[in-house]
Nanobody, 126 residues
Framework: QLHLVESGGGLVQLGGSLRLSCAASGFTLNYYAIAWFRQAPGKEREGVSCFSTSDAKTYYADSVKGRFAISRDNDKHTVYLQMNSLKPEGTAGFYC???????????????????WGQGTQVTVSS
């Protein structure tokens, strides 16, 4: 009964901004950590950011720190990823994932998550 639906992807120019949304349904968002992953062509899926409920912290990959920001609106059951100063490596499928609240030590590891959305494509062009 838990569903995650990403939206907001599209074509954006180099250096531009985009905001992705992950709408959750079927569960209480407060009890889950929500993360964003991305998978660029020919590369492995990597963790981008995580909003962790267990320790009330946010986490970012070094490659996006200072440019991306994750936020959460519990009333709307939605997690956002604001992406600024987009680079070519930002061209990827972006996926949101949910994990039952637990230690966040492995937030960037795929097996840590229980549920996944279908993804939304982001293409950064020059």
């Amino acid at each position: 009964q838990l569903h995650l639906v990403e939206s907001g992807g599209g074509l954006v120019q180099l250096g531009g901004s985009l905001r992705l949304s992950c709408a959750a349904s079927g569960f209480t968002l407060n009890y889950y950590a929500i993360a964003w992953f991305r998978q660029a062509p020919g590369k492995e899926r990597e963790g981008v950011s995580c909003f962790s409920t267990s320790d009330a912290k946010t986490y970012y990959a070094d490659s996006v720190k200072g440019r991306f920001a994750i936020s959460r609106d519990n009333d709307k059951h939605t997690v956002y990823l604001q992406m600024n100063s987009l680079k070519p490596e930002g061209t990827a499928g972006f996926y949101c994932a949910a994990a039952v609240t637990r230690s966040s030590s492995a937030w960037s590891t795929e097996p840590w998550y229980d549920y996944w959305g279908q993804g939304t494509q982001v293409t950064v062009s020059s």
